[in-house]
């Protein structure tokens, strides 16, 4: 699957920005997605995921009740509404698939994803 992730941009604090990863070929459901960021000078990290199939999701602890993961079957993008932005949410966003069903330990994990987007900058400026 080929993935392709926008919607990055420049927003002061508190605002919002809605992420996009449309993947091509096969359905979204057939795999465990998730977005990742990484900012400067620091690793790669989980930001929010849905598992296969069914599609339970996962939050990291930094962003739940601010960030919205989503998915739009018909159009096979999965989405990242992220509210209330602060500065600290600042980094290169990127989606990943998996064919694995990955569970609650497995989806925070980088290696567990078989599929990269190219990433989008989001720059939150206080």
């Known amino acids: 699957v080929q993935l392709q992730a926008s919607g990055g941009g420049l927003v002061q604090a508190g605002g919002s920005l809605r992420l996009s990863c449309a993947a091509s070929?096969?359905?979204?459901?057939?795999?465990?997605m998730g977005w990742f960021r990484q900012a400067p000078g620091k690793e790669r990290e989980f930001v929010a995921g849905?598992?296969?199939?069914?599609?339970?999701?996962m939050y990291a602890h930094s962003v739940k009740g601010r960030f919205t993961i989503s998915r739009d079957a018909a159009q096979n993008t999965m989405y990242l509404q992220m509210n209330s932005l602060k500065p600290e949410d600042t980094a290169v966003y990127s989606c990943?698939?998996?064919?694995?069903?990955?569970?609650?330990?497995?989806?925070?994990?980088?290696?567990?994803?078989?599929?990269w987007g190219q990433g989008t900058q989001v720059t939150v400026s206080s």
């Open positions: 070929t096969r359905p979204l459901s057939m795999y465990s």
């Open positions: 990943a698939a998996s064919q694995k069903g990955l569970i609650t330990s497995t989806m925070p994990l980088v290696t567990s994803y078989d599929y």
């Open positions: 849905f598992k296969r199939g069914v599609g339970g999701t």
